[in-house]
């Protein structure tokens, strides 16, 4: 069984300047392990809403308010823009851009 829910394609976001591809109708926090799968697993993410581990600064397509969220509660969307991560997900995610 897979760990994302099903979808038919990727949709595009920003992560900190970054653009990249991922499984539309998932979590954000999902969508993180699709890019980092050998790396975000092992982090301290309660998956529940409890331990704030997740947060993210965003803003929708089209949208200039920036909101923050629990990437755990999250669903991702086209265009979205991440302009800030927590501590642990920059530890697990800033891996990919510095290569
Ligand atoms: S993973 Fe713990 S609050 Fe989101």
């Not at 897979?2 to 970054?18: A, C, E, M």
């Not at 591809?21 to 529940?48: H, I, K, M, T």
């Not at 990437?71 to 991702?76: A, E, G």
Request: net charge positive.
């Amino acid at each position: 069984m897979s760990i994302y829910r099903p979808f038919q394609k990727l949709v595009s976001i920003t992560i900190l300047g970054h653009a990249v591809d991922v499984p539309e109708n998932n979590l954000v926090l999902r969508c993180f392990q699709f890019l980092a799968p050998d790396s975000l697993p092992y982090g301290s993410f309660c998956w529940n809403e409890q331990c704030q581990l997740c947060r993210i600064r965003y803003r929708s397509l089209g949208e200039g308010t920036e909101r923050q969220a629990l990437s755990c509660k999250l669903l991702v969307a086209e265009g979205m823009v991440i302009t800030q991560l927590a501590p642990e997900l920059r530890l697990h995610l800033m891996p990919l851009w510095e290569r």
